[in-house]
């Protein structure tokens, strides 16, 4: 092995504990929202978080003022099937089918989406700077 090769075994583990880290801030970043915590919320991500959708892009903090209001909650959020997780550096790329109900001024609305949520590692912790989802097709 070269003297400067990294070690395939303890790069793969250092990974798996890497990926292990980032579902865990998923998981817990899922059960803020659901908490209808805005403050919460706004630890999992950076203050230029965007969301972008078939609409465009928005500001994260337009999502943190609905919440923080009331106008937006969330009382469901679940993963469908595994999550693809890349470490890229001091960037990675999660990936999932994400199901949620949601509720906006008073309406109901169950959302079945793809999501893929860009996280940063700065200060030794992950924050999300982009999510990007788009609706889930119905298995057929």
Do not use: K
Not at 60 to 66: H, V
Request: glycine content about 6%; overall charge negative.
């Amino acid at each position: 092995m070269a003297r400067n090769a990294p070690d395939p075994s303890t790069t793969s583990s250092s990974t798996e504990v890497v990926e292990a880290e980032l579902l865990a801030v998923a998981r817990n970043w899922a059960e803020a929202i659901v908490a209808n915590d805005a403050d919460r919320i706004a630890a999992f991500v950076t203050q230029d978080w965007v969301l972008v959708s078939d609409a465009g892009i928005s500001p994260g903090q337009e999502f943190l003022d609905l919440v923080a209001s009331g106008a937006l909650t969330h009382s469901a959020m679940g993963v469908v099937g595994p999550t693809r997780v890349r470490v890229l550096g001091a960037t990675a790329v999660l990936t999932a089918r994400v199901t949620n109900t949601a509720h906006y001024r008073g309406q109901q609305f169950e959302a079945d989406e793809w999501t893929t949520d860009v996280f940063v590692r700065r200060n030794g912790r992950w924050a999300c700077e982009l999510t990007h989802y788009t609706a889930a097709r119905p298995h057929s």
